[in-house]
């Protein structure tokens, strides 16, 4: 007999804070898969409410109005699962803090208020004994967070690196194939609907950000917080270093990456990286090819060996499906008696500081056109112990978009004319070097402009 004809099984009571874009997927998700999520969890998913903002606005027909509430504190306490769509930090840390000290287990989709408060929500679930599930928080559609909390916890994971912000792979992605600037590549994302009307989060990389932290933590079994991530958008990439990377055989990925460090003993032992950054990739390194909206993670584990998972990192559907398994998820424990699987931070691994990380860079210049130049700049950058792996000319760029880094011209420096711009690639040099040999480059007169500088990753 299915559970919702049994009337001996009592139906768990799911509350769900926030119907917009991924909310209302869940809610006709929970309306048209009734049955089958009945059978599979051995007891009906009841929605006994449904918090908003304004309960005047028009939700479709999926979602039905006389479920609507403003009150979610009240709403939160009749409730036996939590389901928070809400996003931001106030009001739905409070009201999941309370969910889960009145015994409810909770699903969220919020990485802003993990990577900020993880802390904090982890120690309530386990003082409770509840459940925190958060799949969708993390790249979406894609099975990430299980994975890495389950399927590989008897495993060793090295690094986990990605592209897990569809706004600014759509972005990135469209700049390459058009060849559009910056600005109106996010406009057309925006006139799509890939960016939102303030993109900040996106384009200043705090949402892959969020993402980095919760999957550092989970990965390393430790506590990695937002502010240890190292974070750089992609506001500053132009036209002409999407040219640049094409010319190079390469595309620039917006990365978060994090990893495992161990540089000995001495060095301090194993630590923990966290970044997020824009980065040149070869065209034959698999993340060059996700296109549009999509992301695409690998995971290093000693055993393992490199997983790939790719999938749709966004939209209400695809994030709903993650907010429904986690809830099918939560409510068999629910049924069956048990727990998931609590915080692990027993490692407590120190965060590696940006300044001793290595990678190759990419460095564009307009330097006088005169002889002695190259030497000059090639023997500044030996200075610092950064080698060379090829220098060729660019075409020159003129008007506002040369120098986004503008060195600071010495007293009788040459005049601007003529002038040439060159496009180095390092071999792989530490961040505290090539800060250094900037700042000599910066002042050296034959320099005009520093025109860009980006990591080279994926060698
Ligand atoms: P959204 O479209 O802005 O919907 C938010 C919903 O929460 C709205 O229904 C809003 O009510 C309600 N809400 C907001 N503040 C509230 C408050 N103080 N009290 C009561 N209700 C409140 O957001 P979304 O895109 O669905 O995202 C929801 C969560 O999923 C966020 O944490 C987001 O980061 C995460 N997420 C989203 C995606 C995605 O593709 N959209 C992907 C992965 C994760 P009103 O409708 O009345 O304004």
């Known amino acids: 007999m299915s559970p919702l004809d049994d009337p001996s099984v ?13 909310g209302i997927e869940v809610l006709r998700l929970l309306q048209e898969e009734r049955e089958d999520l009945a059978q599979r969890v051995g007891a009906p998913l009841e929605v006994i409410g449904i918090s908003v903002r304004d309960r005047g606005k028009d939700r479709g027909e999926h979602v039905d109005p006389s ?106 992605d469209a700049m390459t194939r058009t060849g559009a600037d910056f ?12 960016a939102e009307a303030d993109p900040t989060a996106d384009v200043e990389g705090l949402d892959a950000a969020a993402k980095a932290s919760i999957l550092a933590s989970l990965a390393f079994h430790t506590r990695v917080g937002i502010q240890d ?20 055989g390469r595309v620039i990925k917006l990365l978060s990456i994090v990893e495992r460090i ?26 060059a090819s996700v296109a549009e909206a999509y992301n695409a993670v690998f995971v290093e584990a000693d055993a393992a060996g490199s997983l790939m998972f790719y999938g749709q990192g966004a939209g209400g559907a695809p994030t709903a499906s993650a907010v429904l398994g986690d809830l099918v998820s939560v409510a068999r424990q629910r049924m069956h008696g048990g727990k998931g699987p609590r915080e692990s931070h027993y490692a407590e691994l120190p965060i590696v500081p940006i300044e001793e990380l290595r ?43 040369a120098g986004a880094v503008h060195a600071e011209r010495a007293e009788g420096s040459p005049s601007r004319d003529p002038r040439a ?22 002042t050296t007169a034959a320099v005009v402009t520093i025109d860009s500088v980006l990591r080279v990753e994926g060698e």
């Not at 009592?10 to 991924?22: D, E, M, N, Q, S």
């Not at 132009?238 to 640049?244: E, L, R, V």
């Not at 194993?270 to 065209?283: D, F, K, T």
């Open 67 to 172: 479920l609507l509430t403003e009150d979610a504190e009240a709403l939160v306490r009749e409730a036996d699962l939590v389901v928070e769509l809400m996003g931001g930090i106030e009001p739905a840390r409070t009201l999941l803090l309370e969910a889960m000290r009145g015994g409810a287990s909770v699903v969220t989709a919020n990485k802003a208020l993990l990577a900020q408060d993880g802390v904090e929500l982890y120690e309530a679930a386990d003082a409770a004994g509840v459940d925190l599930h958060f799949e969708a928080a993390v790249a979406g559609a894609i099975p990430l967070v299980r994975p890495i909390r389950e399927s590989l916890a008897g495993d060793r994971i090295q690094r986990v690196l990605g592209i897990v912000n569809g706004t600014t792979n759509y972005i990135l």
């Open 421 to 442: 711009r060159i496009g180095i690639v390092t071999h792989v040099a530490s961040e505290s070097s090539m800060s250094t040999a900037l700042d000599d480059l910066s």
């Open 229 to 248: 991530v190292h974070v750089e958008g992609i506001t500053s990439v132009s036209a002409d270093d999407i040219a640049a990377a094409h010319r190079l």
């Open 10 to 22: 009592r139906p768990l009571r799911v509350a769900v804070l926030g119907a917009g874009i991924v």
């Open 262 to 287: 161990d540089d000995g003993v001495e060095a301090g032992g194993e630590r923990v990286s966290a970044r997020v950054y824009p980065a040149m990739i070869p065209l034959s390194h698999p993340l």
């Open 359 to 401: 990678s190759g860079f990419y460095v564009a210049l307009t330097v006088a056109d005169q002889p002695g130049v190259l030497a000059a700049v090639a023997g500044i950058l030996s200075s610092h112990g950064i080698s060379i792996a090829t220098i060729h000319q660019e075409p020159l760029v003129e008007g506002p978009e």
């Open 183 to 194: 600005a109106a590549a996010l406009a057309r994302a925006q006139e799509l609907g890939y």
